[in-house]
Structure formats: structure tokens, C-alpha cells
């Protein structure tokens, strides 16, 4: 079977980090594109970075440019996603997905892009 294991969420004051962890089984993470995708309360999910299949360039939302990095160690089969300086705005669940092959920049951020879904870490920024 094909899982996404989203960890690594929790409260953190204005200004600290957190990594999420998002373990892999039943296919290679090298081979997909990989997402991380967040939903605040009363709100869309929305993309936050992007790992695409094969490649070590990364991409990110504007609003977490120089915050936030998305990696892949493919020894563990686990993408992460680092996060410094986080703000309250950052509050949100946070899911990682999982897309066959490669994906043009446009579609990186289209939930419909992606075949699988972890079920979600919440992160909550005080202030």
C-alpha cells in the first residue's frame, strides 16, 4: 500500500521552527513530485514548497521564501520541510502529497496534480 506518514507538528512561539517529517511507503519518493500544502481554519489548502522528481531545485510560495526549505533524503525515503522564523500566520494543517513523474511548475500547485495525501500535522505559531 501507498502511505504518506505526515510528523513533526506542534506549538512553537513567533520566531521558532519546527520540522515536519512526511515518511513514504509503497513507492520511491526519488521518482515523485513532492508537495507541501497547508490549510488554516476557514480557509483553502494552499501550496507552501515543492520537490520535484529527480531534481535538488526547490520551489516555494512567496510567503514563506527564506523561511522555509523543502528536502528529500532518499536513504529514508522521507521528504521535510524546515521551518524557521515561523509566524502566526503560519498556523495551519499541513499536509504532504505525492505526484507520479514530473510535473510542470504551473500544476506543482494544483492539488488535483497529486495521487497521494498524507493525513495531515497541525502546526500552531503563538504570539
Known amino acids: 500500500d501507498v502511505q504518506l506518514q505526515a510528523s513533526g507538528g506542534g506549538l512553537v512561539q513567533a520566531g521558532g521552527s519546527l520540522r515536519l517529517s512526511c515518511a513514504a511507503s509503497?513507492?520511491?519518493?526519488?521518482?515523485?513530485?513532492i508537495g507541501w500544502f497547508r490549510q488554516a481554519p476557514g480557509k483553502e489548502r494552499e501550496g507552501v514548497s515543492f520537490l520535484r522528481n529527480s531534481e535538488s531545485r526547490t520551489l516555494n510560495a512567496d510567503s514563506v521564501k527564506g523561511r522555509f526549505t523543502i528536502s528529500r533524503d532518499n536513504a529514508k525515503n522521507t521528504v521535510y520541510l524546515q521551518m524557521n522564523s515561523l509566524q502566526p500566520e503560519d498556523t495551519a494543517v499541513y499536509f504532504c502529497?505525492?505526484?507520479?513523474?514530473?510535473?510542470?511548475?504551473?500544476?506543482?500547485?494544483?492539488?488535483?496534480?497529486?495521487?497521494?495525501w498524507g493525513q495531515g500535522t497541525q502546526v500552531t505559531v503563538s504570539s
Open positions: 509503497g513507492f520511491t519518493v526519488r521518482d515523485y513530485t
Open positions: 502529497a505525492a505526484a507520479k513523474g514530473r510535473k510542470i511548475i504551473s500544476a506543482l500547485w494544483a492539488r488535483a496534480s497529486y495521487d497521494y
